[in-house]
């Protein structure tokens, strides 16, 4: 580590020190605020209140974003997630605990760590299962061979990236899918073509949140729609997808810059050793797993089939677990449903299936799947540490009144309900970033952006597309975002490689999307706004590479 990381390192420590002192000493962190769901009143319908257990109020301040950016600002100093995300952890228990040494490692351990285990413990079966899959299908030649198919017919970087582009939007059901399957598939394609690994990572990031959030079949709609009120979620999710600006200017980005050939930030640097230089990594370990052996019989069906029966297995799992077969009609049963149920569900089917078919075709034989088993888990596991590490220290934030803190702010907006959407998105943004969950904002922003826009007005729409959209780009920014460590492990990138190289494209998108949101608190019309602002990011776009086209690569 060199004198002046050092130097910054300890000023950091220094802060977070004093951070944790001052509230120590002010009692801050315990401050409280009225509970929403029962007024103050500590009663609903003669009983105690299930949110604040009948004492009327709730801890609610600012302090509750302090842990997520503790652990974001020491994972940029120090390059280190995993010690980065369990002092952000450890911050949040203390200030939860109000420095209590039991009551920290109760928080720490039962609120935070076995909390976010046990809660996402469908989604852990589900990557592992996936991993197994993708052990799988190498293993059998299927991706070796679709990568032979792709090198003959896919003839430039251009093809390249749209391909790549294509794939991700086509796998539009469930964005951790979307990123272990685009990137396992398309990896040998993009290597041979010198496209960097942040560079692939990046492409599959744009395609799996953005895509996830326009599409109503999708495991992100379905979460949506359990957060607003009973009957209107779907509804609500389907009619706000015009007004998603950020989602849908991310797609129209990355096309444009595949098409137009430039690259800017970091992400210059990678492109030009990865064409230059042949080097697709340019800095960081290299998160390139050991090349497996595999068997040169292997037919591009042997991907494309396991791929296909997974999709239709994981659709029909959650309209399953949904309620189809209990008279519930589609759309209604994918509302209902629970992702972290139904995607294990239809991956295990699925992960059966192609085990069998695999043998049956005699390209692995039992125990080489077998094999795969283990290797497929491993590969997994730095995915579910820090995803683990995510999901406590989003607990942290519940622990210490994330919703009723920023519910009370916007609740005060006053006369500036024109610009409610627009601050919508930087507050949505905000709380993405800092959680590293785009579902946990949804929970805190939409019953809020309901309670604000009375129903049938048109800043309702505007405003929970906001919400949405201010949720996806954060998770796009973050480095402990669930979807960008995904991304990651599914471009074999280094991790904050991933996360320092996207963070200018999505920070441009965001500004684009921001000046959206103004335009359409007073002119709330999809069809006027967005192709205006597809108009205004490409112009951006062509001034960006103009200006950029002659600088250095540094």
């Known amino acids: 580590m060199s004198k002046s990381r050092k130097i910054l390192l300890a000023v950091v420590a220094v802060a977070i020190v004093g951070l944790l002192v001052w509230a120590g000493v002010s009692g801050g962190a315990m401050a409280t605020a009225p509970c929403v769901d029962c007024g103050g009143a500590g009663l609903v319908d003669g009983a105690d209140c299930e949110t604040c257990g009948g004492a009327g109020s709730v801890t609610a301040s600012w302090w509750a974003l302090v842990p997520p950016v503790i652990a974001i600002g020491l994972a940029l100093v120090t390059k280190e997630v995993y010690s980065s995300l369990f002092i952000g952890i450890l911050a949040g228990a203390l200030l939860g605990s109000n420095f209590s040494f039991t009551g920290t490692m109760d928080i720490l351990t039962n609120d935070g760590l076995i909390s976010a285990v046990s809660g996402t413990a469908g989604i852990f079966v589900f990557l592992v299962v996936l991993g197994i899959l993708v052990a799988l299908v190498n293993k059998s030649g299927g991706s070796a061979a679709f990568g032979r198919w792709a090198q003959t017919h896919i003839k430039s970087r251009t093809g390249a990236m749209l391909a790549t582009f294509v ?26 073509h010198k496209i960097s690994r942040a560079k692939l990572s990046y492409l599959i990031d744009a395609t799996a949140a ?30 706000a997808i015009p007004f998603n600006f950020y989602s849908l200017l991310t797609l129209i980005f990355v096309v444009a810059l595949a098409v137009m050939k430039f690259d800017f930030g970091p992400m210059k640097l990678h492109e030009f050793n990865a064409q230059k230089n042949g080097d697709l990594y340019t800095s960081g370990e290299k998160a390139e797993v050991t090349e497996e052996g595999f068997n040169p019989k292997g037919k591009v069906l042997d991907l494309v089939l396991p791929i296909v029966v997974l999709i239709i297995a994981c659709v029909f799992a959650l309209v399953y677990v949904g309620g189809i077969f209990d008279g519930a009609d589609f759309i209604t049963a994918f509302a209902d449903t629970d992702a972290t149920v139904g995607l294990p569900w239809g991956s295990i089917i699925a992960l059966v299936f192609t085990i069998a078919y695999l043998a049956l075709r005699k390209v692995i034989t039992v125990k080489e799947a077998m094999e795969c088993i283990p290797k497929g888990f491993i590969a997994m596991v730095p995915a579910i540490l820090i995803l683990t590490f995510a999901t406590a220290l989003k607990n942290m934030t519940a622990v210490l009144g994330a919703q009723p803190f920023v519910n009370d702010v916007m609740s005060n907006a006053g006369v500036l309900a024109k610009f409610l959407p627009a601050i919508i998105f930087l507050v949505a943004c905000f709380i993405s970033f800092s959680t590293g969950t785009s579902w946990g904002t949804f929970g805190i922003l939409i019953p809020i952006v309901v309670v604000i826009f009375e129903a049938g007005d048109p800043l309702q729409i505007v405003a929970m597309s906001a919400c949405l959209a201010g949720a996806v780009c954060g998770d796009h920014c973050s480095p402990i975002s669930d979807t960008t460590i995904m991304s990651s492990a599914g471009g074999q990138c280094n991790h904050l490689n991933h996360v320092s190289t996207q963070l200018p494209y999505a920070m441009t998108v965001a500004a684009f999307s921001f000046v959206g949101y103004v335009i359409a608190g007073f002119v709330p019309n999809a069809a006027i706004v967005l192709p205006l602002m597809i108009v205004i990011l490409l112009a951006g776009m062509f001034i960006i590479k103009f200006t950029t086209s002659k600088k250095a690569v540094k």
Do not use: H, K, Q
């Not at 999708?218 to 009957?231: K, Q, R």
């Open 210 to 239: 953005p895509i996830c959030m326009i599409a109503p079949i999708s495991s992100w709609a379905a979460a949506v729609s359990s957060y607003a009120p009973e009957g209107e979620g779907l509804s609500l999710f389907i009619r």
């Open 167 to 192: 794939l991700g939007v086509l796998i539009f059901i469930d964005d951790y899918f979307n990123c272990l399957t685009v990137g396992s598939v398309m990896r040998p394609v993009t290597d041979s």
